[in-house]
Every structure is written in structure tokens, then in C-alpha cells.
T-cell receptor
Framework: GENVEQHPSTLSVQEGDSAVIKCTYS??????FPWYKQELGKGPQLIID?????GEKKDQRIAVTLNKTAKHFSLHITETQPEDSAVYFC?????????????FGKGTHLIIQP | EAQVTQNPRYLITVTGKKLTVTCSQN?????MSWYRQDPGLGLRQIYY???????DKGDVPEGYKVSRKEKRNFPLILESPSPNQTSLYFC???????????FGQGTRLTVV
């Protein structure tokens, strides 16, 4: 089955700096790679996703890159703000990407220092 | 409002006492799933369902049961809970075709 490794487990950055979280996956058949943000006391919420036919996707301060050859993908957050503090999960799946097939990384606790 | 609703949010129970955590979604999604979240282990899938009366095991199914008699509901059943099932549980739903999975608010279960 799929295995997703996520690094780092904790990331502390100064407000206004950039943050990068990296994930690798093992199954070359995986074709959908979402990122979820989990705020304290809440369930994970999708913030951005990318499919295997695309190398990069941006949404305002957030971007995701995918390298299919190396089987890794990354989340980039620019101009970090206090509200970016949360736990971030990457995931990969070979199916349609629904709730049945997601394999998650172990999560990154992002801390934005004022 | 589109949402996934879990109940209860918090539960403390004793070893061996059967319990059910309910999950309901109002988005007419085919796919539903249960995850447990433990420190340092991330989110691990327990069971999933691709439609009514269709369920399958995830990565950590031991000690759990599920049913999908109606499209909107996907309860998680612990027939004989043990302390190693103390965890934070999430239900999720999504439509088919590779789009967003919607998560509930979570149920924090403690088994003593």
C-alpha cells in the first residue's frame, strides 16, 4: 500500500517569513495529493490539492509543487501570518481522491513566531 | 450549511462497554470514512464505505465495526472498547471523482 513520509514534524518561523513542508510517497500509481490544515479543536480542512498531471499550483500565499519522478511534493506558504499556525497534513491516493483512499503523513506543527 | 456531524464530541467510558459514535453528512456524498488520530502517528483510516451497504477495512480496523444502511449515516461501533482505543476520531465524507474530503469536528474518546 501507499506510504507517505512528512517532514519536519515541527516548524517554527518568524511572522512574514516563508514556510516549506515536504512529503514523499511510495506508490507511483498515486495521482492526487491534497494538503489539509487542522486548527486546534477542529477537523482537518482542505487548503490546496494537486493532481499528477500538474507540476505546480498556487492559491494566494499558498503553493504546492509535485515532482513525480522523485515522488515528492511540497507545501509552500509565503508571508506567514499568525493564523497560519496549525497542524498541516499531506496525503496521497491512487483512487478518485475521496474519503476512501487517502493515506496521510504524520503531520507538521507549524508555529508562527510574532 | 454543508457539514459532517459527529456525536458525541467527548466520551469517557469503561473497558468492555459497547459504544457507538454517530456520523451524519448532509451533502449526499457517496464516500464516507473513519480515521483515528494519535500523537506522532497522524491520521489512520479505520473503515470506509463507497456507498450504501458497501464497507471495507482501512489500515487499522481491529476492534471496530461500521454499518452503512443509509447514505447520510456511517456509525462507528466499538463492541468491547479497550484502553488502546483511546484516541481522537474523525469521520469524513466526499463525492466520488477526486475532490475534497470533508471532516467532522472529531470525537475524543477515553477508555479507562
Amino acid at each position: 500500500g501507499e506510504n507517505v513520509e512528512q517532514h519536519p514534524s515541527t516548524l517554527s518561523v518568524q511572522e512574514g517569513d516563508s514556510a516549506v513542508i515536504k512529503c514523499t510517497y511510495s506508490d507511483s500509481a498515486s495521482n492526487y495529493f491534497p494538503w489539509y490544515k487542522q486548527e486546534l479543536g477542529k477537523g482537518p480542512q482542505l487548503i490546496i490539492d494537486i493532481r499528477s498531471n500538474v507540476g505546480e499550483k498556487k492559491d494566494q500565499r499558498i503553493a504546492v509543487t509535485l515532482n513525480k519522478t522523485a515522488k515528492h511534493f511540497s507545501l509552500h506558504i509565503t508571508e506567514t501570518q499568525p493564523e497560519d499556525s496549525a497542524v498541516y497534513f499531506c496525503a496521497a491516493t491512487y483512487s478518485g481522491g475521496g474519503a476512501d483512499g487517502l493515506t496521510f503523513g504524520k503531520g507538521t506543527h507549524l508555529i508562527i513566531q510574532p | 450549511e454543508a457539514q459532517v456531524t459527529q456525536n458525541p464530541r467527548y466520551l469517557i467510558t469503561v473497558t468492555g462497554k459497547k459504544l457507538t459514535v454517530t456520523c451524519s453528512q448532509n451533502m449526499n456524498h457517496e464516500y464516507m470514512s473513519w480515521y483515528r488520530q494519535d500523537p506522532g502517528l497522524g491520521l489512520r483510516q479505520i473503515y470506509y464505505s463507497m456507498n450504501v451497504e458497501v464497507t471495507d477495512k482501512g489500515d487499522v480496523p481491529e476492534g471496530y465495526k461500521v454499518s452503512r444502511k443509509e447514505k447520510r449515516n456511517f456509525p462507528l461501533i466499538l463492541e468491547s472498547p479497550s484502553p488502546n482505543q483511546t484516541s481522537l476520531y474523525f469521520c469524513a465524507s466526499s463525492p466520488p471523482g477526486g475532490t475534497e474530503a470533508f471532516f467532522g469536528q472529531g470525537t475524543r474518546l477515553t477508555v479507562v
